[in-house]
């Protein structure tokens, strides 16, 4: 297991020389995109609207760095929210059994917490009724409403290892506005994640009907905040080991 973990990085780096893999999968991800590719598929049942690789990638990142909060900008049919609370339930079964404890998770601290502009009445049902609701905070209102970003901060307060997820309006300025109100609260060696860089890489005519396109999405955000915020650098091996993802250039590791 060791070679096999330690031969990653130089594997990574053959990969993102070789345009034979790196140029397919940039034209998959811009056909998979206007065929709604992420819109098929679900984690325990509920859409998640991701791609799989996507899902793997923050599977890993969450073992890694086993944090005891995640926040979530963006809820729609909760699929996310209930993937991170999975991989929560798996940390604390995980643990119980190395300490030999009986896992009760009505006494699990870790938490996630999502964050929608409106959560519609039959996706919040349905995340009630789900079997890790006990793991799942959630508050409605705009990620960006001052009252919404004291009240997310208060919550996380009493976190010490937060992962933080930005998936919700996709213009420049609401996700710069949320990288300035919640990538803070990453904790060191933890990440920011913020998805749907790849609307940068798009055809100009692939979102007629939404406000975000080039040069107004969530990479120019990223952009633009990290100029001014040397704590965080952006991981390249973790999208350019995915190939096909939405978020290159999304993966921001809090470095100091």
């Not at 998979?32 to 690789?53: C, G, L």
């Not at 798009?202 to 915020?229: C, F, I, Q």
Request: proline share 5%.
């Amino acid at each position: 297991m060791s070679d096999f973990k330690s031969d990653i990085p130089e594997r990574i780096a053959v990969m993102r020389q070789n345009e034979a893999l790196t140029k397919p999968g940039l034209d998959f991800l811009r056909a998979s995109a206007v065929a709604e590719y992420s819109y098929n598929y679900h984690w325990m049942d509920r859409p998640i609207i991701q791609y799989p690789q996507d899902i793997v990638a923050m599977q890993e990142l969450i073992w890694e760095i086993k944090p005891d909060l995640i926040v979530e900008m963006g809820i729609a049919h909760g699929g996310s929210l209930i993937f991170s609370a999975s991989m929560l339930a798996l940390m604390d079964m995980e643990e119980a059994i190395q300490e030999g404890k009986t896992l009760d998770p009505a006494k699990s601290k870790r938490k996630v917490l999502g964050v929608d502009v409106d959560i519609r009445a039959h996706n919040r049902a349905a995340i009630d009724a789900h079997s890790m609701r006990s793991r799942i905070e959630m508050i409605e209102g705009s990620s960006i409403d001052p009252e919404i970003i004291a009240r997310v901060q208060e919550f996380a307060k009493d976190y010490s290892r937060i992962l933080v997820c930005l998936d919700s309006n996709h213009t420049h300025d609401h996700v710069r506005a949320e990288l300035e109100a919640y990538a803070p609260l990453t904790s060191v060696g933890s990440y920011c994640v913020v998805f749907d860089t790849l609307i940068e890489d798009m055809a100009e005519d692939t979102y007629p009907d939404r406000p975000w396109g080039k040069g107004d999405n969530p990479k120019t955000a990223v952009w633009d905040y990290l100029k001014s915020h040397p704590e965080f650098e952006i991981d390249k091996d973790i999208p350019d080991k995915l190939q096909i993802t939405v978020a290159h250039d999304g993966f921001l590791k809090r470095v100091s």
